[in-house]
C-alpha cells in the first residue's frame, strides 16, 4: 500500500519505518529541511532502540522515504497519517493549529479518482476528525474539485506507543484502535494493520469521538496512577512505611496490577503532561470539572520537585557553591527525549540556588545541551560527573545506573551523599556501603 506519514517526529518516524517494514511504500513529509535532508541521507534523527536497523533495512531497499514537499508525499497516497505536533496552546488544551493547517492544504491537493483515508495518529481532543473533514471539504471545494466528499475520508487511529520501547509497541500492539463510520475505510485499515495483530490482540473499531477520547483516557488514567502512588509514598516517608513493600503488596492483586505502580519524582515527557492537562480542559469546555485530573496534575507538580526540600534539609539550607552530579536527564530511560524532563526542573531549582550541576546521561545530553548551554557542565561519563560533587542526585531510571560500582562512586564524591528520584537502589546496599542516602517512600538511610 502506499502510505504517506505527515510528521516525521518520535510517532511520524516510527510509524513511516514500521509500516515500511511490513512491506509497504512509505513517504514520510515533514516541514523541517535538515531533518528531512538528514534522514534522507540515511541518518537518523532520533534515539528509539531497535528503530536504527529498520529505518536503514528499509530506506536501502527503497520503501522508505523522506521529503519536505506534501504534495509529493501524498500524490500515490491511498493513506495519509497525520502524525503532528498537538502542543499545549495558551490555556492547555491541545494546539489544532498544525493539524487543521495540513488538513487544509490536503484539502486543496485532492484530486479526483484518488480515494484517500486521513488519519489523525496525533493525539487530538474530540471532535477533531469532524473538523479536519470540514477543513479538507472546504479547501478542496475551494481548490474546485468536483464531489469532493467522495474522494476521502477522516480516520482516528491514536498512536499508543511508548518512547523507548516504540519499535516493539508499534510492531506488537496490545491493540490498534480505528475510529470511523466508514466501512471502505474500516476494510483497507484493517488489512493495514493485519500484519501487526498475527498474533490475535485486537483491532477494536469504534466511531471517531470514542477513539480520540480512548487516547486521552488511557494516558490520563496511566498518569493517575503514577500520582496516587507518589501520594502514597508522601504518606510513607510520613508514617514509617516503605512503599516498595507497599507497591508489591497491592500490586499482586490482578485487579490493581504490577505496572505503573513505581513512586519517583513525577511523569513528565511530551504527553502525559499535556494530555492530562488538554483533558482537563476539554472537560471544562463542556461544563465538567474532571476532579481527578486537577489532582493529579497538582501532584505531579509537586513531585518533580520532590527530592529539594531532602537535599536543602542535607544542606542545611545552603546549596551556594554546592556542586551536583545528576546521573539522567531524558524523562524515562532509553529515549533522548526531555520534554517535560523532571531533571530540568531540578537542575534549574540548584541554579537558582547558587549551586553548579555536572550532568550525564547516555542519549540525551545533546538535546539538552541545545536547550540550556554551557550553564552546566556534561560529564563524559557516570563517574566523570562525580568528580568532586557534594552529592549524587538520581533523576531517570537508566539500567546502566542500576548496579554501579560504589566504592568508586564513594571515591569521587565530596561526601557520601545520595539522593534518589527512582529508587533504584535496596536500602541494605547503601547502609552497607554506608552512604547518607535519600530515596522516594521509603526512609533514609543516614550514613
Ligand atoms: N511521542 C510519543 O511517545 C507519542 C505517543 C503517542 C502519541 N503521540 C502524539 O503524536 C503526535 C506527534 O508526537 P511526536 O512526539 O511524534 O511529535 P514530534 O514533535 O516529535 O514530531 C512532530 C513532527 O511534525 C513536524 N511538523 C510540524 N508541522 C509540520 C507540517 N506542517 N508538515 C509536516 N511536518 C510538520 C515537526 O517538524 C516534527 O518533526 C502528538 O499529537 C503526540 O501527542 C506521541
Keep these: 500500500m502506499n502510505i504517506a506519514v505527515i510528521g516525521t517526529g518520535y510517532v511520524g518516524l516510527v510509524t513511516g519505518t514500521c509500516f515500511a517494514e511490513t512491506g509497504n511504500n512509505v513517504i514520510c513529509v515533514d516541514i523541517d529541511e535538515e531533518k528531512v535532508k538528514k534522514l534522507s541521507s540515511g541518518q537518523i534523527t532520533i534515539f528509539e532502540p531497535g528503530l536504527e536497523k529498520l529505518f536503514e533495512r528499509n530506506s536501502k531497499e527503497g520503501r522508505l522515504k523522506f521529503t519536505t514537499s506534501l504534495a509529493n508525499g501524498i500524490k500515490n497516497a491511498k493513506v495519509i497519517f497525520l502524525a503532528l505536533p498537538t502542543p499545549p496552546d495558551g490555556d492547555g488544551s491541545a494546539d489544532l493549529r498544525y493539524v487543521l493547517d495540513v488538513a487544509d492544504k490536503i484539502g486543496g491537493l485532492l484530486k479526483k479518482g484518488s480515494y484517500k483515508i486521513i488519519i489523525d495518529k496525533s493525539t487530538v481532543p474530540v471532535g477533531t476528525a469532524d473538523k479536519v473533514k470540514q477543513v479538507v471539504l472546504k479547501s478542496a471545494k475551494e481548490a474546485g474539485t468536483e464531489n469532493a466528499e467522495k474522494l476521502f475520508d477522516v480516520v482516528s487511529n491514536p498512536e499508543f506507543l511508548r518512547e523507548g520501547v516504540a519499535v516493539e509497541d508499534f510492531m506488537k500492539p496490545d491493540r490498534v484502535v480505528i475510529g470511523t463510520s466508514s466501512e471502505k475505510a474500516k476494510k483497507i485499515l484493517g488489512e493495514l494493520y493485519a500484519p501487526f495483530v498475527r498474533q490475535g490482540n485486537p483491532v477494536i473499531y469504534m466511531d471517531e469521538r470514542s477513539a480520540e477520547l480512548t487516547k486521552y483516557a488511557a494516558n490520563s488514567f496511566l498518569a493517575t496512577k503514577i500520582s496516587f502512588m507518589n501520594e502514597i509514598a508522601q504518606l510513607c516517608e510520613r508514617l514509617g512505611a ?23 519524582i513525577g511523569y513528565g515527557g511530551s504527553c502525559f503532561p499535556k494530555d492530562v492537562q488538554a483533558l482537563a480542559k476539554s472537560s471544562h469546555k463542556v461544563d465538567y470539572e474532571f476532579k481527578i485530573l486537577e489532582a493529579v496534575m497538582k501532584v505531579n507538580e509537586n513531585q518533580k520537585v520532590h527530592l529539594l526540600p531532602k537535599i536543602k534539609k542535607y544542606f542545611k539550607n545552603n546549596l551556594k557553591g554546592k556542586k551536583f552530579a545528576l546521573w539522567g536527564l531524558a524523562f524515562k530511560p532509553n529515549t533522548d527525549d526531555i520534554r517535560e524532563a523532571p531533571a530540568l526542573k531540578i537542575i534549574k531549582e540548584l541554579l537558582a540556588a547558587d549551586a553548579s550541576v555536572a550532568v550525564y546521561d547516555p542519549e540525551a545530553m545533546a538535546n539538552v545541551k541545545k536547550e540550556l548551554g554551557d550553564i552546566i557542565s556534561f560529564a563524559d561519563n557516570q563517574y566523570d560527573a562525580l568528580k568532586d560533587a557534594d552529592a549524587l542526585i538520581i533523576a531517570t531510571e537508566w539500567s546502566e545506573f542500576r548496579t554501579p560500582d560504589f566504592t568508586k562512586i564513594k571515591s569521587l564524591l565530596k561526601n557520601d551523599v545520595i539522593f534518589d528520584g527512582r529508587n533504584l537502589f535496596e536500602l541494605y546496599q547503601m547502609e552497607e556501603s554506608g552512604f547518607h542516602y535519600e530515596s522516594i517512600g521509603r526512609k533514609v538511610v543516614k550514613g
Design 242 to 264: 516503605d512503599v516498595d513493600k507497599v507497591r508489591k503488596g497491592m500490586g499482586s492483586d490482578d485487579r490493581i496490577g504490577r505496572r505503573f505502580l513505581f513512586p519517583g
